[in-house]
């Protein structure tokens, strides 16, 4: 079923970018290797093995900040609940 959806969303993106498909999937391939790079880095960031300047280098201060703010605000989350067990 999905490979049917997949095939009319390439059908679309053809026919409305008017570009071939082989220029569509290429640049759906990049976009699909970035988003899988910057989930790869977040996650190994946040594990301790990929250092915060190469976060910062690779998807800027606004993101680092982010992805920082997120970590902070869940240890206090989970500080907090652990408190009242």
Same mark, same amino acid.
């Given at each position: 079923?999905? #490979?049917?959806?997949?095939? +009319?969303? @390439?059908?679309?993106? /053809? &026919?409305?970018?008017?570009?071939?498909?082989?220029?569509?999937?290429?640049?759906?391939?990049?976009?699909?290797?970035?988003?899988?790079?910057? #989930?790869?880095?977040?996650? +190994?960031? @946040?594990?301790?093995? /990929? &250092?915060?300047?190469?976060?910062?280098?690779?998807?800027?201060?606004?993101?680092?900040?982010?992805?920082?703010?997120?970590?902070?605000?869940?240890?206090?989350?989970?500080?907090?609940? @652990?408190?009242?067990?």
């Amino acid at each position: 079923m999905k #490979d049917v959806k997949l095939a +009319e969303h @390439l059908e679309f993106l /053809v &026919s409305h970018r008017d570009q071939d498909e082989a220029t569509v999937l290429a640049q759906a391939l990049r976009r699909g290797i970035d988003a899988l790079y910057e #989930d790869t880095l977040v996650e +190994e960031f @946040l594990l301790g093995r /990929v &250092s915060r300047e190469t976060v910062f280098r690779d998807l800027g201060s606004e993101r680092l900040n982010e992805i920082e703010y997120q970590r902070d605000a869940l240890r206090r989350e989970v500080g907090w609940g @652990l408190k009242g067990a």
